[in-house]
């Protein structure tokens, strides 16, 4: 199949180019034309509206929020992720990494610890991985990958990481620490107003204690389980960065190749240094901070130590932080684009194939109404397959 998407203003990796064609043919970019030419087959009118690249989010959690949209509500699996990509592929996002929590937190005294959702439970875990898994061997509206979040504290999780991986449906390995007083929760108050606000004084305290006091994974079991992943093509990345120390360790022991939220300035600096990526979340873009007292993305942007940016929890923000970012502070919109397409495929290795308008590249794109208060799609193209589902009233 041939499509042409004619009078657009394209947004390329270095440039925007007006007025302009680009071909697809079987999927795939065949050509991106300086002038909109007659159009050869199947046509898309952009009529000045932006083309840019599919948004490639290689962090979020949110179909936790889909397929548990009430605590103890879980819905069908493959429900929700069907349901969950006709808003994504709306919100311009053609490449999904969920990023599912690997968590079981065993207190000293033995037994589980429960803690937050239940999407977050082992077994309620296991069938979402299964069921990303098979959403990205399936033709869908977007492309499904798996990014297992594999908490330092979840001792017993190392057998299903590894089961997983060896399934071959494993797109990203992230290792965290969020023990309180260090990482995201330095400021254990902090830690109480987001997760465990519910809490007595009493029980807060406690909950606090047995985080602290259970059993971690050892530097050299972290080391061998990041050195598995590579091992199987699979990149690693960090989370909540904290120190040079911590970097130095994830990047030359771990070889992780993203740092995900380093918490200050001066940290995320350290980890491009070191040639690492780093993340910041959309989110905290649209909301002007971090919920976790912790670095403001846009800082991070303005100052040019993050590299990328995710939605983490909200998905709408991602195209509207792009747009944010050129429109109220003056930086250039391919610039920007690039932050959410580019950069991201780039970071986690699938920059060859997906995230930038370029002949030879997989078709996925999108054409962007900015003319009004709030970018829109209003056209999304997977794979080189307009999707029917886009609607605006």
Not at 57 to 83: K, N, T, Y
Not at 318 to 340: D, I, S
Request: aromatic content about 6%; overall charge negative; glycine content about 10%.
């Amino acid at each position: 199949m041939k499509l042409d998407i004619i009078r657009a203003n394209v947004i390329l990796p270095d440039q925007i180019i007006k007025n302009s064609r680009v071909t697809v043919e079987d999927g795939v970019i065949s050509g991106v034309d300086c002038q909109s030419l007659a159009p050869r087959g199947e046509t898309i009118d952009a009529r000045g509206a932006y083309l840019m690249p599919g948004m490639i989010d290689i962090h979020s959690d949110h179909i936790e929020q889909v397929a548990e949209p009430r605590p103890g509500c879980l819905m069908d699996i493959d429900f929700a992720l069907r349901e969950q990509e006709k808003q994504l592929i709306n919100q311009g996002i053609t490449t999904m990494f969920h990023s599912l929590t690997l968590f079981r937190l065993i207190s000293p005294q033995g037994g589980d610890v429960r803690y937050g959702k239940a999407t977050r439970d082992a077994d309620c875990f296991r069938r979402l991985a299964d069921g990303v898994i098979a959403a990205g061997r399936r033709r869908g509206l977007i492309r499904h990958r798996l990014h297992v979040r594999f908490e330092i504290g979840g001792t017993d999780g190392l057998p299903v990481l590894t089961e997983l991986m060896d399934s071959g449906g494993v797109s990203l390995v992230s290792f965290m620490d969020h023990t309180p007083g260090q990482g995201q929760y330095r400021d254990v108050e902090r830690f109480r107003q987001y997760a465990e606000r519910n809490l007595s004084a009493e029980q807060f305290a406690e909950r606090v204690e047995q985080r602290r006091a259970a059993p971690k994974l050892s530097r050299e079991a972290l080391v061998q389980a990041a050195r598995d992943a590579r091992g199987r093509g699979i990149p690693v990345s960090s989370h909540d960065d904290d120190c040079a120390e911590k970097i130095d360790f994830v990047r030359d022991g771990l070889g992780a190749s993203v740092s995900e939220f380093p918490v200050e300035t001066d940290v995320a600096r350290y980890a491009r240094s070191k040639g690492m990526a780093t993340l910041g979340g959309a989110p905290n873009i649209m909301l002007g901070y971090s919920h976790s007292g912790n670095m403001s993305a846009t800082d991070g942007v303005l100052d040019g130590c993050i590299s990328c940016i995710c939605s983490d929890y909200y998905p709408p923000s991602m195209l509207q932080a792009v747009f944010k970012l050129h429109t109220e502070f003056g930086l250039p919109l391919h610039e920007t684009a690039r932050l959410a397409t580019l950069a991201p495929a780039e970071a986690v290795g699938i920059g060859a194939r997906i995230g930038s308008v370029a002949a030879g590249k997989a078709a996925d794109l999108l054409v962007v109404d900015a003319s009004g208060p709030m970018a829109r799609v209003t056209a999304a193209i997977t794979n080189g397959v307009v999707s029917s589902t886009l609607n605006y009233v």
